[in-house]
């Protein structure tokens, strides 16, 4: 079994900052992929930010500039710092990871359960 846990989200200013943290565990073997997706209310489940096991990382345009993306590949935990936040980034964001498990060969996706994200104008 593997879980991804969430934590750090909350309701924030305008123009204020959020963390949001993510660990992974379980039986786990490798992880390649890490990252955030956020789905707003009517909308489609999109790509926030992820970070391979190489370290590269890719950014929405949306949030672009004011979105850091971090892993800590020891502990298996993926970190969100978002900054300049905008009413248009309310959602509930997913952690998610890219991962094999032991006694697998393949690499499946798994999701955490979300974390609601709210920004008052």
């Known amino acids: 079994q593997v879980q991804l846990v969430e934590s750090g989200g909350g309701l924030v200013q305008a123009g204020g900052s959020l963390r949001l943290s993510c660990a992974a565990s379980?039986?786990?073997?490798?992880?390649?992929?890490m990252g955030w997706y956020r789905q707003a209310p009517g909308k489609e489940r999109e790509l926030v930010a992820t970070i391979t096991s190489g370290g590269r990382t890719v950014y929405a345009d949306s949030v672009k500039g004011r979105s850091t993306i971090s892993r800590d590949y020891v502990k298996n935990t993926v970190s969100l710092q978002m900054n300049i936040l905008k009413p248009e980034d309310t959602a509930v964001y997913y952690c998610?990871?890219?991962?094999?498990?032991?006694?697998?060969?393949?690499?499946?996706?798994?999701w955490g359960q979300g974390t609601q994200v709210t920004v008052s104008s």
């Open positions: 998610y990871a890219y991962l094999m498990t032991y006694g697998s060969i393949r690499y499946s996706d798994y």
């Open positions: 379980g039986s786990i073997s490798r992880i390649n992929a």
